[in-house]
C-alpha cells in the first residue's frame, strides 16, 4: 500500500506544464508591474527567488500551490535576536542612515525596518496590480497570497504566495551556526558552501497572543534557499538519482508524510491546526543526517524508510521535542509554538494511524457505476429458469456417464470375472448417485 500510494502521490506532467506556464505569466506581469510602478520605487529592483514544495520538487496531488520570495534590495544591515524565541525572530537595522527609498518603511529611531509596512506596501501595490488582471483574490498577510483558476469553469484554484525578504550577506546570525547538522551526510564542503551563503528575513511576526511592540516589527529567519538545494541534492554521493539505477526513495518519504498530515488535519482541523509541512520536513531533514547513506534509501527500502520516518516524528511529538534543523536552540514543539494538548492529540493520532495500518494513506475508493435493479419478482424468475437449466444439464450428463459406462462393460467383460464386473458396476453407479443430485 505504501509503495502504490508513493507512485500515486506524483504529479502528473500533464498537469504541471499548465499550471507552471500560467504562475510564470503572472510573475513576468508582476515584476513588469513593479518595475513601472511610479507609486514606490523601493521595490522596482526587487528580483524572484523560487521556494516551496513544487520548486523542490515533493509537492502532493495537485500543482495548485507555489512560493514566490521577492528580495528587496537593502543597505548593510544589522539585526538583533528578540528575547525568549532562541534565535528564530529578529530586530532589523540599517547601520547606519541612509536617504535611499527605504527611509519610508524605517521606525521612528530612522534605523529599525519594520516588517508591518513593508506588508502593508506589498499588499497595496499587489491590490492595484490584480485590477489589471482577471481572476486575481485574495491578499493574506504575511505572504501576499493570489488565488486564481486556470478557466471560469474550473473548481481548482491555483495559489501563488508572494513573500518580500530582506537578504543579509554578512554572516549568518549566531544561533544557526551551530545548526546544519549535515558533515556526515552532504559533507563539510557542502556546508561551509552553504553558511556562506546569504540569510532571508521574511515580514512573520510570533505566534503569541500579547506581543510587545519590537515583536510586532521582527523579522523571522528564513532558509529556504538552503532547504530547496538540500532535497534536490539530497545524496550521500553525488550520483544518487541522477540515473534511474542509481534513484532513492528519500522525496517519496517526504511526500508520504506530507499526504498523511494534510489527511490529519482535513479529519481534524482544530485540534491540529498548529501543525504544518514544516514540521515533517524538520523531521525529514534529521532522519536525513542520521541515517546519511545513500544505501539505506533504496526503492525497494520505501516501506521501511517511511516507518522509521514516521516512528521518529512520532516520538518527537511524545517528548515534546523537534529543534530546528538550522537553529537547534528553537524547539518546533515548545508549548509557545505548539500547545501540549494539540501535541498530545497529534502523538495519540499517529500512534492510532500506525496501529490501523494508516488509513489516511489509503487511496480512496472508486465511486460504483450506477446501474439499474431489476424488480424482485423479475429476479426470481429467472432465478428459477436458471435452476431448471441446471437440472436439464445435470441430467443429460448423467445419461451420457451411463451410456459411457455400459460400453465400457462391454469391453471389460472379457477381462474381468462376473462377480469383479458386479462389484465395479455398483461402485461406480454409486459414485454418480452421489455427484449427480437428480429430482
Not at 106 to 128: A, C, N, W
Not at 286 to 299: A, G, K, V
Not at 411 to 425: H, K, P, Q
Request: aromatic share 10%; glycine share 4%.
Amino acid at each position: 500500500m505504501i509503495r502504490q500510494r508513493g507512485r500515486d502521490l506524483r504529479l502528473r506532467q500533464i498537469e504541471r506544464k499548465p499550471a507552471v506556464m500560467l504562475v510564470n505569466n503572472l510573475i513576468k506581469d508582476l515584476l513588469k508591474f513593479l518595475k513601472e510602478n511610479e507609486g514606490h520605487s523601493f521595490f522596482r529592483d526587487v528580483s524572484v527567488f523560487t521556494s516551496g514544495s513544487y520548486y523542490e520538487l515533493v509537492k502532493i496531488n495537485k500543482p495548485n500551490e507555489f512560493d514566490i520570495m521577492l528580495k528587496l534590495k537593502t543597505p548593510q544591515l544589522t539585526w538583533m535576536a528578540l528575547e525568549d524565541y532562541n534565535g528564530l525572530f529578529y530586530r532589523v537595522s540599517l547601520c547606519r542612515s541612509t536617504r535611499s527609498e527605504i527611509r519610508s518603511f524605517l521606525l521612528e529611531d530612522e534605523r529599525t525596518i519594520s516588517s508591518s509596512k513593508v506588508i502593508k506596501e506589498m499588499q497595496r501595490l499587489v491590490h492595484k496590480f490584480m485590477n489589471t488582471h482577471q481572476g486575481l483574490n485574495r491578499v493574506n498577510s504575511p505572504a501576499v497570497t493570489l488565488a486564481f483558476k486556470k478557466h471560469k469553469d474550473d473548481d481548482i484554484e491555483l495559489s501563488v504566495d508572494i513573500v518580500p525578504a530582506l537578504e543579509v550577506s554578512q554572516g549568518w546570525p549566531e544561533a544557526a551556526r551551530s545548526g546544519l547538522d549535515i558533515d556526515k551526510w552532504l559533507g563539510k564542503k557542502a556546508r561551509r558552501k552553504f553558511v556562506s551563503r546569504p540569510v532571508y528575513f521574511v515580514p512573520k511576526r510570533p505566534k503569541w497572543r500579547k506581543l510587545s511592540d519590537h515583536e510586532k516589527e521582527s523579522w523571522r529567519i528564513s532558509f529556504s534557499h538552503i532547504e530547496k538545494e538540500m532535497i534536490m541534492f539530497h545524496g550521500n554521493k553525488k550520483t544518487c538519482c541522477e540515473t534511474k539505477p542509481n534513484e532513492c526513495c528519500r522525496k517519496l518519504c517526504l511526500r508520504l508524510l506530507k499526504c498523511l498530515f494534510e489527511g490529519l488535519k482535513n479529519t481534524y482541523p482544530k485540534e491540529l491546526e498548529p501543525l504544518c509541512s514544516y514540521h515533517g520536513k524538520t523531521a525529514f531533514f534529521h532522519n536525513l543526517s542520521q541515517r546519511f547513506e545513500d544505501s539505506l534509501w533504496t526503492p525497494g527500502q520505501l516501506s521501511h524508510c517511511f516507518m522509521r520516518l514516521l516512528v521518529d516524528f512520532e516520538h518527537a511529538a511524545q517528548i515534546g521535542s523537534l529543534p530546528h534543523f538550522f537553529i537547534p536552540q528553537f524547539n518546533l514543539f515548545s508549548p509557545a509554538s505548539f500547545p501540549k494538548r494539540s501535541l498530545l492529540f497529534l502523538a495519540n493520532s499517529l500512534r492510532e494511524q500506525r496501529e490501523l495500518g494508516l488509513p489516511l494513506l489509503r487511496a480512496p475508493s472508486p465511486t460504483p457505476a450506477l446501474c439499474c435493479t431489476p424488480p424482485l419478482q423479475l429476479q426470481s424468475e429467472e432465478i428459477s429458469q436458471q435452476q431448471v437449466t441446471l437440472r436439464k444439464n445435470d441430467t443429460k450428463a448423467f445419461v451420457i456417464c451411463i451410456m459411457i459406462f455400459t460400453c465400457l462393460c462391454i469391453n471389460l467383460a472379457t477381462i474381468f470375472t462376473e462377480s469383479d464386473l458386479l462389484r465395479l458396476y455398483v461402485n461406480i453407479y454409486v459414485y454418480f448417485l452421489t455427484n449427480f443430485q437428480i429430482n
